[in-house]
């Protein structure tokens, strides 16, 4: 019996058009698979998203993500990719920034193509001789308020620069196990500003001065209130001479300082204006702001930083009194350290102060 044997099959030629999509297919070295646009059939028939993967191949656009890349590759190797290309992406940057890149035809190579970050601003230097013959003592009472000083210290620094104020900031720390005395602290302060400043500011660490109309000069005549009553944002009797106040050393001493009894909040300055009124001193206050109550920053929060208010024993009765006899006379401290330093470029001194009290005298010093 024959058999009628046709021609054997011939193997469909690859066409122009055919594509190889790695790593899809399952036959064929490497897992390729060949389609073929013009093919029918079970084995070449494509359905219309591999179709439009494939036109869109032929006409030059991008496959799908995974298609281009192996299935088993890991992700270290895409992160590294993108670290690198954002280092050069960076390094451009600052090159095309400066100048220092390749230039473009027609561009100077000293004109930059793109505007750079404007540098950080520099700090003033030192106070220079030439701003006058004055030099102020800052005088900052300070305890455990380090996020106000970080304020404080930059921001005063410049604030007395740019009016040309020969300046040296002491932050007056209390580093003892006794009450805060704002008064014994400004005491030891004026002690130990040394002899190449001439007068003093006794400066409260939350207040910041935000008109530059302020004054800051050496106040000859007498004290001089910044925080004048019609401009804190607090405190409006008349008699108030605390949060700033500029006096001559002469004129402190001739007060002799401030009273030493006062533990604890409050009322150390209402004594203070009471030894200057006694000196024969007349307080001076700005003339000519406009910013009334706005004219300072007052970064102290009550809800943060609880005063300590307390009134132990007779402490009610004594915070009234005027005391004739201690002040600068009777202050009793140690220095336990001195150290200059600099916060954010601003330079300072901090004075650890370790105070002495006589709980006989005054046994509201201790928070028993």
Known sequence: MSSAVGPAPVPPRRRKGSVS???GGRGGAAGAASVSPGRRGRAGTMGPARRRDALR?????????????PGRLSAFPLFLLALLLGFASLLWLQLSCSGEGPVPDGQDRGTPRQPCPPPAPLQPARDEPSWGPHRLALLVPFRERFEELLAFVPYMHRFLSKKKIRHHIFILNQVDHFRFNRA?????????SGNDTDYIAMHDVDLLPLNEHLDYSFPETGPFHVASPELHPLYHYTTYVGGILLLTKQHYELCNGMSNRFWGWGREDDEFYRRIKRAGLQVRRPSGITTGYETFQHLHDPAWRKRDQKRIAAQKQE????????????????????TDLSVAGAPCTVLNILLDCDTNETPWCTFG
């Open 21 to 23: 999509v790695f790593p």
């Open 184 to 192: 014994s602290l400004i005491n030891v302060g004026f002690l130990e």
């Open 319 to 338: 915070q009234f009194k005027v005391d004739r006899e201690g002040g600068l006379n009777n202050v009793r401290y140690r220095i336990e350290s001195r």
């Open 57 to 69: 191949l032929r006409g030059g656009g991008s496959p799908p993500l995974p298609r281009l890349f």
